[in-house]
């Protein structure tokens, strides 16, 4: 696999795959604006170093779906107003890349100039399942570059013209950020120290069963918070009241439960439970016990004592990999346990790994030291893909020849 310090991109055009695509919502004069920045500082570090490179950076992204719609609402334009402010440099934009000026853009880019190309999920071939279709993109893309790289980590996990058609048809590398995630994945999947944590939450424990199933066979000990540890708490024989379950996933759960006594797996779960009639933080909160979740009421978020066996546990570990908020962390009578434990990865020694949109996302909007963590991951759907033990398809085209 070349890196872009394998490739003599001097006075070139570069393609850059980057992945910038960043929440957004609309303010009070209806203009998108971002409402976390994080994807595009990432992925400042490849822009620059390709700039002191004297590369001319054309830059590929995506933001949300339109299905092949020039969406107004998902134009890159907010997006390359920050970029652009974030390099302190000029972003040339490209409107649309069929039009003859999208040409002219590029090819009167000097050294060290940037160009973007507006969302390319606005071409209905970018995403088509026809392979024929995304190379006739990829092919109209690779005639505005003389190289391809890939950055864009939250995207490797697709099979789509801009990630892996493009890189069949131009010489290819891949970016410091996508490099970096791969190197914080490989660590933790291939060569952990230990005690060995793992700490998962979120919403749906059917998301995450496959991550469960690959690590289950690596670590020492496993955290469920969340919404799914109610599906674990239903397979112990507790109530769970109104809290979220998945009821068709019990059997999983319950084989998942056994493996892990099986291999020696400690299966840590939550000991007492934030309760509440509401999700948005407008009804009375209790705490309870576990195995005493009132009938009516749902658990949105894991007790101070959980999240105080949940810190201790982290921080006796030397490796630990965080994905999915502890409970409902966007209303405030439900963040502390995701607080707690994303303290305590901060505090700890361990090596850290966060996956997951919402869990990044969570570390950001609760005020918690970015840098105090080894490696926060930029793509949620790519990172859960890779803790599952699969192989991505926009990494897997970077082997090829
Ligand atoms: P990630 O993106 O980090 O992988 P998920 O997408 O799996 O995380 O889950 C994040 C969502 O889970 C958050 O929006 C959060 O509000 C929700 N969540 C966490 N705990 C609960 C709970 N107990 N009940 C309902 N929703 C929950
Ligand atoms: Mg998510």
């Known amino acids: 696999m070349k890196t872009i310090d394998d490739i003599d991109v001097n006075n070139q055009r570069v393609l850059l ?58 134009s890159l334009k907010p997006i390359s107003k920050r970029l652009s402010e974030l390099l302190n440099s000029e972003i040339h934009f490209i409107e649309d890349i069929h039009a003859e000026n999208a040409t002219q853009v590029v090819n009167n880019l000097k050294p ?11 071409e209905k071939d970018e ?33 789509q013209a801009s990630v892996t058609d493009i890189a069949r048809v131009l010489p290819k590398a891949v970016g410091r950020l996508v490099q970096a995630e791969q190197k914080a994945f490989d660590k933790v999947l291939n060569d ?22 690959n690590l289950i066979n690596k670590v020492d000990k496993l955290l469920i918070g969340g919404g799914m540890a109610f599906t674990f708490l239903k397979a112990q024989g507790y109530e769970v009241g109104d809290s ?28 007492d439970i934030v309760v509440s009639k509401q999700l948005d933080g407008s009804a009375p909160v209790s705490v309870v016990l576990a195995n005493e979740i009132p009938v009516g009421l749902k658990g949105l978020d894991i007790g101070p004592k959980t999240s105080e ?44 790994v966060v996956g997951g949109g919402d869990s990044a996302a969570a570390i950001r909007s609760l005020g918690i030291d970015e840098s105090k963590f080894d490696h926060i991951s930029t793509g949620g759907g790519a990172s859960l893909e890779l803790l599952e033990g699969k192989i991505l398809p926009g990494l897997a085209v970077l082997e090829e020849v």
Do not use: C
């Open 17 to 74: 795959r980057a992945d910038l695509n960043a929440p957004m919502k609309s303010d009070a004069t209806g203009q998108m604006q971002i409402t976390d920045d994080g994807r595009l500082k990432a992925s400042v570090a490849t822009i620059n170093d390709l700039r002191k490179k004297n590369a001319k950076v054309i830059i590929l992204a995506h933001l949300g779906r339109p299905k092949g719609e020039r969406k107004p609402e998902l």
């Open 112 to 122: 060290g100039e940037i160009a973007m190309i507006e969302n390319i999920r606005f």
């Open 127 to 159: 995403t088509s399942k026809d392979i024929s279709e995304r190379q006739r993109l990829a092919k109209l893309l690779a005639s505005f570059g003389d190289f391809f790289v890939i950055d864009g980590f939250g995207v490797v996990h697709r099979e």
């Open 192 to 213: 952990p120290q230990r005690p060995y944590v793992v700490v998962l939450g979120g919403s749906k424990v059917s998301d995450k069963l496959g991550v469960i199933n």
């Open 244 to 271: 979220l379950l998945e009821i068709d996933r019990l059997d999983e759960v319950k084989q998942l439960m056994k493996t892990a006594k099986e291999k020696n797996v400690e299966l840590v779960l939550p000991i």
């Open 309 to 352: 066996l949940f810190a201790s546990k982290i921080n006796d570990a030397k490796t630990v990999v965080w994905n999915g908020p502890m409970g409902v962390f966007e209303v405030n009578a439900f963040a502390s346990g995701t607080k707690t434990v994303a303290q305590a990865l901060a505090q700890s020694s361990a090596y850290s």
